[in-house]
């Protein structure tokens, strides 16, 4: 972590609850059907045209292998700025911002390979009210450029 205090989006994907660098945000809009791309992996559901940008748009609960995918009013789309690009990520619900310090993010355990955790900053517990919840920190930019999205041939937003 670069400074003392970090703040993050926290949004679910079905049971868990991931956290995002709000610096990464763009915008939050309600979810709307895109226009597919013919042999795109399932997990890009196509494109979107916001304000003449034309956007990927990612469902990470697919991408996941989540099986329970539903669009309800709920539904989301965070706009994402990363690697000189402009994305789209759907998730189940947006929750809040949080503000974090680095001595509250712990490292993501080690899987021995059986589970990747090479998209995971760290793990936080966050304390509201009277309740606890974990956070999966995850580094957004690191995931979205990795080969097996394959968002490396999309043109960049400022091309």
Do not use: C, W
């Not at 997990?43 to 990612?58: M, Q």
């Not at 090479?118 to 990795?146: F, P």
């Not at 097996?148 to 960049?156: A, K, N, Q």
């Amino acid at each position: 972590m670069k400074s003392n205090n970090n703040e993050f989006l926290s949004f679910q994907l079905g049971e868990e609850q991931y956290g995002i660098d709000i610096l990464k945000v763009q915008e939050i809009r309600g979810y709307e059907p895109s226009t597919r791309l013919a042999n795109a992996p399932a997990f890009i559901l196509g494109v979107l045209n916001l304000r003449g940008v034309i956007v990927p748009v990612l469902d990470m609960r697919i991408k996941f292998g989540m099986t329970d995918v539903h669009y309800g009013s709920q539904t989301v789309t965070i706009v994402l700025n990363v690697a000189d690009r402009v994305i789209g990520m759907v998730v189940d619900a947006v929750q809040d911002v949080v503000a974090l310090q680095a001595q509250d993010i712990k490292p993501a355990p080690e899987f021995n390979g059986a589970v990747s955790s090479q998209h995971i900053m760290g793990i936080a517990t966050v304390e509201q009210a009277d309740q606890t919840r974990m956070l999966i920190l995850m580094d957004i930019e690191k995931l979205v450029t990795s080969a097996d999205m394959g968002l490396s041939s999309l043109t960049p937003a400022n091309a």
